[in-house]
T-cell receptor, first 113, second 115 residues
């Protein structure tokens, strides 16, 4: 069975702090895809990143970076120098490809000025 | 940039009434999905749709739910007889299958409230 665990329910930081959101997944598939989505207070789901199981290279996009480690089945997301606009719920998700997304329960990030 | 659109943004209905939620997926996408999110909870898969038929459905997607692609652009979710527990945000998503890669792009959601 596939499962995504986001153990951090809520994180609060002060602006400019770095913050890491944890994601641990379970799957028996050898080919799978991992995603992060952002859900701001307005409610929509915004795609942030996709990673496939064969590519463990870490990725950086501006203040965002992702660390994928198959050995620990983790796909963690770090925001550097957080800003108030980063306040949102962040979801990690898993799929086999052309398949449903299995979402974690989300981590609510609050960034205070 | 192409995007998934959904209408209405909000819908209030009485228990037992039928509702139809509408979605316009990204034009060159081939796979369509409906998800729902009960307030404060995680996003849950309802159904996937490809080549004019259901590919997969979850246990949530019982006989009161149906999906349809009535024309070349719209993708609808119908709830025949709404229950209080159907109150949720419903998201439509679409993806373009490219050799195993897939990113699902979500619409802004329809917030359904059943009274």
């Amino acid at each position: 069975a596939q499962k995504v665990t986001q153990a951090q329910t809520e994180i609060s930081v002060v602006e400019k702090e770095d913050v890491t959101l944890d994601c641990v997944y379970e799957t028996r598939d050898t080919t799978y895809y991992l995603f992060w989505y952002k859900q701001p207070p307005s409610g929509e789901l915004v795609f942030l990143i996709r990673r496939n199981s064969f590519d463990e290279q870490n990725e950086i996009s501006g203040r965002y970076s992702w660390n994928f480690q198959k050995s620990t089945s983790s796909f963690n997301f770090t925001i550097t120098a957080s800003q108030v606009v980063d306040s949102a719920v962040y979801f990690c998700a898993l799929s086999r490809g052309t398949d449903k997304l299995i979402f974690g329960t989300g981590t609510r990030l609050q960034v205070f000025p | 940039e192409p995007e998934v659109t959904q209408t209405p943004s909000h819908q209030v209905t009485q228990m037992g009434q039928e509702v139809i939620l509408r979605c316009v997926p990204i034009s060159n996408h081939l796979y369509f999905y409906w998800y729902r999110q009960i307030l404060g909870q995680k996003v849950e898969f309802l159904v996937s749709f490809y080549n004019n038929e259901i590919s997969e459905k979850s246990e949530i997607f019982d006989d009161q739910f149906s999906v349809e692609r009535p024309d070349g652009s719209n993708f609808t979710l119908k709830i025949r007889s709404t229950k209080l527990e159907d109150s949720a945000m419903y998201f439509c998503a679409s993806s373009e299958y490219i050799g195993g890669w897939e990113t699902q792009y979500f619409g802004p959601g329809t917030r359904l409230l059943v009274l």
